[in-house]
């Protein structure tokens, strides 16, 4: 028997190159510190949740830019590698997106990013199509936010970078996805009609319309990197409530997805088929 149809999914956000130092301890204000490991990889919110959405199961196609440089066209392999349709990945004259982080022995992280490309996506050639289910976040411009919002049938807004939001797309947005500081920073975003709170170790809490509706425990996990852990959460649970789930069971998921990609040094971690997240009785 065929197994059921697989969620589609349209990914709007930036594409990164990381460049990534694991240090013991992260230098403060005008110091240097010598012990650090490099690391190149692919990075980007907007590419992270793709390519956790399709390992998670879901097709997946992103929308975004890269350079027409090396980089660019190793990330487009990449991609494709993976099973996500990069076709609406636009080719920009300026160089592809890099964000430089450090990260140190407990985890923890610093980022600085060099948008390059993800400043220049063409928002009026986007090619989202009409009634699609889309998941964005706020790496790249107010317009490429608005246009999605509204060619979409289904909008997710992982709300991060925390930042005002583009006038209109919080009243079409049906998922709103913060951490608690993005939570404290976007009073704006508390009422919506879907709210994901994402309280780290501790589990996330899902609102509607400032009504607690469900929460779940964080998942005892080994700490390696939170880089690509709230977007392998987000993914998790966008795919888990489009499929059908039900919120308790989504949330749960994706909380189990997220200590996973904590447990992972890459910001695009491996990941299994959702379902292999059980949920305990």
Partial sequence: MPGPTPVALTVVGAINVDLTAR???APGPGETVADGVLQRGPGGKGAN????AARLGAEVRLVGAVGDDLDGRGVREQLASIGVD????QTSDAATGTALIV???TGENSIVVCAGANAAIDADALEIEPGSAVLAQLEVSDAVISTAAEAAGFFALNAA???PLPEGVLEQADLVIVNETEYAQLPEVHD???LCVTLGAEGARLYRHGDLVASAPGVSTTV???VGAGDA????????LLRGDAEDVALARACAVGAAAVADDASQPALERLDAYGVSA
């Fill in 23 to 25: 240090v013991q301890r």
């Fill in 49 to 52: 949740q793709a390519v956790a």
């Fill in 86 to 89: 990069a076709s609406t990945v």
């Fill in 103 to 105: 990260v140190d022995a």
């Fill in 161 to 163: 970078p925390a930042r």
């Fill in 192 to 194: 919506a009609p879907l």
């Fill in 224 to 226: 390696r990197n939170t």
């Fill in 233 to 240: 959460f987000c993914a998790a649970l966008v795919v888990g």
